[in-house]
C-alpha cells in the first residue's frame, strides 16, 4: 500500500533510494551532506533497506565506491551537494565512461567562496557537459519520483543520472509525500541487470588505455545513448503514470496553448513563477510557463515545437555563467537557433546565492519582458542599486600599464 | 585491430580481450617484495625457556591442544608449575603494552590452562632406547628438566634425590597457596611414568661421590639448588629463624609461627613467602629491609598479594643486633637512606645515624641462599672456588654437568628448567645423538613500533581467579575458563608468526595474495606497496629487496 507523509525533500529522496532497493550507498557523511544519507544510514542500520552503507573520507571516495560497486552489479545510489558534487567531478566523468547506472541526488546550492548553503543551480550546471542525465525536481514528491524514473531510465542506456533538488526551499521543507506501494515500484523498476559480469575467476581490466583508433568510437555510443535516454523518459515517464499513478515528462507546459509570452524556469522556483503566470493572466497578459524537468538529455525538439512561433521568451537562470549568460538560457537559445519563426530569447538572472525567488520577482520579470525592445544575454534581476538591466559597459577596472613595444 | 572495423563492433567500455592475469604482470613494476617471515616475538624472547609462544597460542586458537602441549614441551616439561609460580619474563615485553597502551596478554594464565587441560596426557618417549645411563642429581626444577628431556631422547635416566621425594623448592619451598603439591607430585609420577627411575633418601658426597657416579653412568647432570642460607652480619644471629626450613616445614603441615608478633628480615621471593605463610598461621608479620620496594628482589606481584595479605613492610631498616628479653626478641635496626650504586646497580644502603628497637616474638633470615659445593673437587673450581659452569651446563669435568640455581645462585623455577633443558641438549650432543629437538635458527625479535593493533579485540586482560579460600593453604588462585582462556588468546598479535589471520589477504589492493592454507604472495602482481607488512597484526611479515632474491 502507498502511503502519505509529511516530509521533507531530503527525506523524500531518501525513501527514493529506498523504494529503487538501492543495493550499495556510499556517501561522504559530513557537511555539505544532507538528512538524505542519514535517513538512509538509518534505514540500511535497522534492516528496512536491504542494502550495504559505506562511508567514505570524501565525494570522491563515494563516487569511487559507487564506481565500484555498480560495476559489480549492485544498485547504486549516493547523494551530495555544492562543493561534494564538484569533489566528485573526476569520478562522474569515470562512472559514464564505464557505463554504470548510479543514480545520485544533488541537493543545489551556491558555490565557495563565499560559503553559502543556500539555493543555487551553479553546483549541478557545472557538471553538465560530463555525460550524466540530469533532472530538475520542483517538489518533495518529484525528489522522490525522480529517482525511480531515473533508474529505469538509467539502466536501460547503462548512463548515470542525477536529480537535482533545490537546497532548502525543497531539500528542507515539508510538504506531503506519497510514499509508492513498493510492489508496484518493484514492478516499474525490475532488479538490476548490469552491463557485464565481473568474475573474479576470469579477472580483465575495466577502462584501461584506449588508443586514438578506439576512443572516438566508444564515446560516440555514449552519445547515442543518452540521445536515446531522450525518448526513453518520455516512455518511463508514461510508465510512471501507468504503474505509480502519475506521468512525467521532460518538459512540463503551463497555461501554454494561447501563450503569446513563455517563461521558462526549473526547479522548485516555479511554484512561485506559475503563480506569477497566473496574476498576469489577469491583468491579461496571455503568458505561459515552460518548466524544463530534463535538462540532460535536453529536449530540444520538444522545446523548439513549444517556442516556435512565440512573441518573446523569457528564460530564467538561478546560475550565471561568468563571460556568457545564464545556462538554461544558453541552452534555449542554442535550440531555437536558425528555426523558422524562432522567438528572441531573453536571458533573467535571478536568486542567485539562495536570494528569494518571489512571486513578484515573477510579476517583475515578466513586466520587464513585456516593455524591454531588445533581447540581452543575461538581464540581472533584483540587484542592489540597480533596476534589470544587462551587465554594465561602463564600470572601471584597473588596467596594466600599457604595452612598450620591444624594438 | 580486426573486428573493430565499425562502431557496432565496439564494446561499451574498455574491458581486456585476455583474462588480466595473462596480460598485466605488475610484479614486475616492484623493486620490494613482502615475505611471510617467522620472527621471534618479545615474549619468546624475554622467556629464559624460550617457548614459542605466538605458536602455541595459534594451536590452541585452532583448538590443537595436543600441538600446543607438544610445541610448549619443547621448551618446559611443566607448563601447569610455571603457569602458576613463574614471574612470567613474556610478559614484560608484550608488544600489545607498548603498542596499544594495554594490558599485556595473560601468558601465563593461559600456559596454567593449557597445563591443567591436557594434565592426563601422559608423556611418552620419543627415541629409540640408546642404552646410555645417565644420572641426575637433584630433583628440583632443573633436574627434573634434564631427566625428561633425557628420557625422552631414549636414554636411561636415573634421577638422584636426598628428600622422600623429588621436587625440590617446588615441592619444600613454594608455598601450597601459590602451588599446590599435588600438582608437583603429578609431574613427579608423569616423569617416573616415562620411565625415570627417581630414587629418593640419598645424597652426594653421604651416599656416593661424583667420582661413583662417573664410574656407572655416561654423564652426570648434578643440579643440587641453592638451600644453604646466606649468613648475616646480625649480631645475635642464632636467634633469628631460617626462613627456608620453615618454608619446608609449612609445607610438611609442622609450621608454626612461634610467637604473635613476626619479623621477616629480606625482602625477596623467599622472604615473602615466609612473610605470607606466617600471616596464615595466624601471626602479625613485618618484613624488614635494608633498601626501599624499589629495590626488592620479590617479584612484584608477590609484593602485591603480602600487601593484600596485610603484611607490613619497613624499608631503609637494617638490622644491627637481635637480644632475647624475657619474652620476646629486641631488634636493633639502623635506619638507612639510599646511596651511590652498588655492584648489583642497586643503590648502596647507608646509615643515617638514627637507630630503633622493635619488639617481636619471632625473628625469621630471609637474606638470600647460596649453593651448597662442597661436593665438587677442586679441579671443578674456578679461581674463586665456585663450579666453573658453562651455558651449556658443561663443566672442566666433560662427563660432570651443572646448572639451575647451583651455578646461578637463587633463580627462578623457569631460569633451572632452562638449565636443565640445555644441559640435557649437551650430554645428548656430547654422546654422539643429537636427535634431540630441532633448534630454530635465532631470528630478529619484532619491535613494538612495528605491530598493528588496530584491528585486534580490545577487551581486559584475564587473569587466573583470586578464590574464597576455604582453607589456610588452599590454592589462592583458579585456572582461567576455556571460555576465558580462548577469549584471552584472542588478544595476541601474535608477534612474527602467522596465524592466517588473514589480514594480508583484506588489504592487499591488487588481490596479490592468493589464499591457499595461508597466504602466499602471488609476486607475478605483487607491487610491492608494503601494505599487507604494515597491516600485519604481528608483523610476521618483512619487505626484501628485490636484488637480494632476483636478478631484477
Known sequence: MSERLLLTGNHAAAYGAMLARAEVISAYPITPQTMIVELLSEMTASGRLPAKFITVESEHSAMAACVGASAAGARTYTATSGQGLALMHEMLHWAVGARLPIVLTNVSRAMAPGWSIWSDQSDILSQRDVGWMMLFAESVQEAQDFILWTYRVAEQVFLPGMVGMDAFILSHTAEPLIVHDQEAVDAYLPKFDPLYDLDPAEPRAYGGLVNRDHYFEMRYKIYENMDRAGQLLVEAGEEFGEVLGHRYTPLEGFMLDDADYVIVSAGAMTSNIRQAVRDLREEGMKVGLLRVIAFRPFPVDEVRRILTGRTKVAVLDRNMSAGHSGIFAQEIRSAMLGQPDAPPIYGYVVGIGGRDVRVETGHQVLHDLLTREEPELALFVGLKGLPIGPVRKDFEIKPLAPLEVMQ | ?552
Open chain 2, 1 to 552: 585491430m580486426n573486428g573493430l572495423g565499425h562502431v557496432d563492433d565496439y564494446p561499451e567500455i574498455p574491458v581486456s580481450l585476455a583474462p588480466t592475469s595473462a596480460l598485466l604482470k605488475t610484479g614486475a613494476w616492484r623493486s620490494v617484495r613482502p615475505v611471510v617471515a617467522k620472527r621471534t616475538a618479545p615474549c619468546t624472547a624475554g622467556c629464559p625457556a624460550a617457548i614459542d609462544i605466538p605458536a602455541y597460542f595459534d594451536e590452541i586458537r585452532r583448538g590443537e591442544l595436543e600441538s600446543a602441549l607438544d610445541r610448549f614441551l619443547r621448551r618446559n616439561p611443566f607448563p601447569r608449575i610455571t603457569g602458576r609460580v613463574c614471574p612470567h619474563f613474556c610478559e614484560q615485553g608484550c608488544s600489545l603494552a607498548v603498542a596499544a597502551d594495554e594490558e599485556p596478554v595473560s601468558i601465563r594464565s593461559i600456559e596454567r590452562w593449557l597445563g591443567d587441560e591436557t594434565a592426563d596426557r601422559p608423556h611418552v618417549v620419543e627415541a629409540e632406547p640408546t642404552s646410555k645411563r645417565i644420572a641426575i642429581v637433584g630433583g628440583g626444577p632443573a633436574g627434573m628438566a634434564a631427566s625428561f628431556y633425557l628420557r625422552r631422547s631414549g636414554h636411561e635416566v636415573t634421577l638422584f634425590e636426598r628428600r622422600d621425594h623429588a621436587g625440590g623448592v617446588m615441592r619444600y619451598g613454594i608455598p601450597e597457596y601459590r602451588l599446590p603439591q599435588e600438582i608437583v607430585d603429578h609431574e613427579v609420577d608423569r616423569l617416573a611414568e616415562m620411565g625415570v627411575e627417581i630414587r629418593t633418601g640419598v645424597s652426594l658426597g653421604d651416599d656416593f661421590s661424583l667420582e661413583d657416579l662417573e664410574a656407572d653412568y655416561a654423564a652426570v647432570f648434578v643440579a643440587t639448588g641453592a638451600g644453604k642460607q646466606r649468613r648475616s652480619d646480625i649480631k645475635g644471629e642464632s636467634l633469628l629463624e631460617p626462613g627456608l626450613p620453615f618454608l619446608e616445614a609449612a609445607k610438611r603441615g609442622e609450621g608454626t609461627a612461634l610467637g604473635d608478633r613476626c619479623a621477616v628480615i629480606g625482602a625477596g621471593n623467599t622472604a615473602m613467602d615466609v612473610a605470607r605463610t606466617l600471616r596464615r598461621l595466624g601471626a602479625h608479620v613485618t618484613v624488614i629491609y635494608r633498601r626501599t620496594k624499589d629495590e626488592m628482589t620479590a617479584i612484584e606481584e608477590e609484593y602485591e598479594r603480602a600487601l593484600a595479605d596485610r603484611v607490613k613492610f619497613e624499608w631503609l631498616m637494617s638490622p644491627r643486633e637481635v637480644k632475647k628479653a624475657r619474652n620476646e626478641l629486641r631488634l636493633i635496626l639502623d635506619h638507612m637512606r639510599l646511596g651511590e650504586p652498588d655492584e648489583s646497580g642497586r643503590p648502596h644502603p647507608e646509615p643515617t645515624g638514627v637507630s630503633s628497637e622493635l619488639r617481636f616474638d619471632s625473628i625469621f633470615a630471609a637474606v638470600g641462599e647460596i649453593a651448597e659445593i662442597g661436593t665438587f673437587p677442586e679441579r671443578m673450581r674456578d679461581d674463586q672456588g665456585w663450579v666453573d659452569v658453562g651455558a651449556d651446563g658443561s663443566t672442566r669435568d666433560p662427563k660432570v654437568f651443572a646448572g639451575g640455581d647451583l651455578a646461578t645462585g637463587p633463580a627462578t623455577v623457569v631460569q633451572a628448567i632452562a638449565a636443565g633443558r640445555a644441559a640435557a641438549q649437551a650430554i645428548d650432543d656430547q654422546l654422539g645423538f643429537s636427535h634431540l629437538w630441532p633448534e630454530e635458527e635465532p631470528v630478529d625479535t619484532v619491535k613494538p613500533a612495528e605491530v598493528n593493533p588496530t584491528y585486534m579485540p580490545h577487551h581486559d586482560r584475564a587473569d587466573d581467579h583470586e578464590v574464597e579460600v576455604v582453607t589456610q593453604f588452599a590454592e589462592e588462585t583458579a585456572t582461567l575458563s576455556d571460555a576465558e582462556a580462548a577469549e584471552e588468546t584472542d588478544r595476541c598479535l601474535s608477534c612474527g608468526y602467522c596465524n592466517n589471520c588473514g589480514t594480508c589477504f583484506v588489504f592487499c589492493p591488487d588481490a596479490a595474495i592468493i589464499w591457499e592454507d595461508g597466504p602466499r604472495i602471488d609476486h607475478e602482481f605483487c607491487k610491492g606497496c608494503g601494505i599487507c607488512v604494515v597491516e600485519c597484526p604481528g608483523h610476521a611479515m618483512v619487505l626484501v629487496n628485490e636484488r637480494e632474491v632476483s636478478n631484477v
